[in-house]
């Protein structure tokens, strides 16, 4: 998994976000032991107690809890993933519709441009590289 | 048991002549902390450094270190990393490995030959065969192959390649324990950022503010590189 940062948010928040995606995902399947705080934060190259903050976090939502001795669990509650799947999809949902509210695209049409990419009616496939190799004179980017 | 803070600073204060290069810092660093120390060029990360080594003494008040001032039995629990080259060119960097098992009882020569190895350095060649940049890595390897209770690295990354830093940074936070701290000074922050629990700016000898990286963040909405560009825009 790539564990990168943006610049505005706690990290830990961001950290409690990507593990949190895993468990969505299935990467870390449900009633499993997490790795340690240790290794989490090695795998992130984050500071250890970032990590603890962002494990306490998940452990607060109840996503994932500890036992002690043995570290951390995923949670066996499918029905709490399942929730947590559907409010963070809610979320994105929420944030691609404001987007296409800004790009002046009605809620018909976005149906429409949905409907349209799903039944794979794409005008443009054919990519270009972003890398280009000038011939002989010097382009400063 | 140990107390709970590793180094403290009381009033402590540093003059050259005219010139005051620290004036009445008091702080506490907790045991357990990657603590970044940041601040402008000329705004006393260095002389701090000096004085908590015993390489200069404070003009007023006074630094601790596990409730000593910096002398013989401070050395044994510091690792110093000093921004400038410090180690006798002459010697290869087998023998320095060498060198330092026999003088500091916590150093880890396993760990520094892995690092070394890691880094694809020739162990061989002399100190000043090296470039600029694995000079540095040498260094480094060798402060943080100590197991130290305070590590005080002054501008541990500068000449070190993006790549060989991330290993660096790793290395900092692998050896992480928590019953020591790391203080880092550098100006490379966005580099920092992420393995940083609290930083500290200091401004002409004065420490501007203290903070969790995550406050920052959550507080002014943005990076701590970003803030510190705000707070010391010229």
Redesign the interface.
């Known amino acids: 998994m790539e564990w990168n940062?943006d610049?505005?948010?706690?990290?830990?928040?961001q950290l409690a976000e990507m593990i949190r995606m895993c468990i969505i995902s299935g990467i870390y399947q449900p009633g499993s032991r997490l790795p340690s705080v240790?290794e989490l934060?090695?795998e992130a190259?984050?500071?250890?107690?970032?990590m603890q903050?962002a494990l306490a976090e998940l452990e607060r939502t109840g996503l994932i809890y500890a036992v002690r001795t043995s570290g951390r669990f995923v949670t066996e509650d499918e029905e709490k993933i399942a929730s947590a799947r559907r409010s963070l999809a809610e979320g994105e949902v929420e944030k691609f519709l404001r987007k296409m509210k800004d790009l002046g695209i009605g809620r018909d049409e976005v149906i429409e441009l949905i409907r349209r990419s799903e039944t794979g009616g794409k005008e443009e496939t054919v990519r270009t590289s972003d890398v280009s190799v000038s011939d002989g004179t010097q382009e400063t980017a | 048991m140990m107390n709970e803070n590793i180094l403290t600073c009381r009033n402590l204060s540093k003059n050259y002549a005219h010139l005051s290069a620290l004036s009445g810092i008091n702080m506490n660093i907790p045991r357990g902390r990657i603590i970044g120390l940041l601040g402008p060029n000329g705004s006393g990360k260095t002389t701090f450094m000096k004085i908590a080594n015993g390489l200069i003494v404070p003009s007023e008040g006074e630094l601790l270190i596990g409730g000593h001032r910096p002398g013989p039995e401070t050395k044994k629990i510091v690792s110093f990393l000093p921004a400038t080259d410090y180690l006798p060119s002459w010697m290869s960097v087998e023998n320095l490995v060498r060198f330092f098992s026999d003088f500091f009882g916590d150093f880890n020569a396993e760990k520094a030959d892995g690092m070394l190895k890691r880094l694809d350095i020739d162990t061989r060649a002399r100190l000043k065969t090296l470039s600029k940049g694995t000079k540095e890595k040498v260094q480094l390897i060798l402060a943080m192959s100590r197991e130290a209770q305070l590590y005080l690295l002054d501008e541990p990354i500068g000449g070190v390649d993006p790549a060989a830093r991330d290993y660096i940074l790793n290395t900092i936070i692998t050896n992480y324990n928590e019953d020591a701290s790391v203080i880092i000074s550098t100006h490379l922050i966005a580099d920092v950022e992420k393995v940083l629990d609290d930083v500290i700016f200091i401004q002409n000898g004065q420490i501007q503010l203290c903070r969790p990286v995550d406050e920052i963040r959550e507080q002014e909405g943005k990076s701590v590189d970003a803030y510190f560009r705000e707070v010391f825009r010229c």
């Open positions: 940062f610049n505005q948010r706690p990290i830990y928040t240790r934060a090695n190259s984050v500071n250890p107690n970032t903050k």
